[in-house]
């Protein structure tokens, strides 16, 4: 069984930065693939970055440069560095984790896009105040 456990999240200011973890157990399979997501209140999570087990990576556009999605030499901690944070990144984080659907970077891509993960974390809050 899957366990996925996020924490690093907190209260900023705007300007600031925050790195969050995934921290991850049960894994079966070598290839596996994990994703952070948002969601903001009274919206619908989005996918904000994902990473597979060869540290192939793939962001939203409305993310990238600021967010950094990077991972531990044991592969069991995944991480998403946040700079500049603003307030609308203001939102519960979550992880997800699968088995890879694919080997390509596209595919990280489309996993992310469908929020195509079986696990799930209970999820990290980030709120940024002006």
């Known amino acids: 069984q899957v366990q996925l456990v996020e924490s690093g999240g907190g209260s900023v200011q705007s300007g600031g930065s925050l790195r969050l973890s995934c921290s991850a157990s049960?894994?079966?399979?070598?290839?596996?693939?994990v994703g952070w997501f948002r969601q903001p209140p009274g919206e619908e999570r989005e996918g904000v970055a994902a990473?597979?087990?060869?540290?192939?990576?793939s962001y939203a556009d409305s993310v990238k440069g600021r967010f950094t999605i990077s991972q531990d030499n044991a592969k069991t901690t995944v991480y998403l560095q946040i700079h500049s944070l603003k307030t609308e990144d203001t939102a519960m984080y979550y992880c997800?984790?699968?088995?890879?659907?694919?080997?390509?970077?596209?595919?990280?891509?489309?996993?992310?896009?469908?929020?195509?993960?079986?696990?799930w974390g209970q999820g990290t809050q980030v709120t940024v105040s002006s």
């Open positions: 049960g894994y079966t399979y070598s290839n596996r693939c």
């Open positions: 997800g984790a699968d088995r890879c659907r694919g080997t390509t970077v596209q595919a990280l891509g489309l996993m992310l896009e469908r929020s195509d993960f079986a696990y």
């Open positions: 990473i597979d087990s060869d540290g192939g990576t």
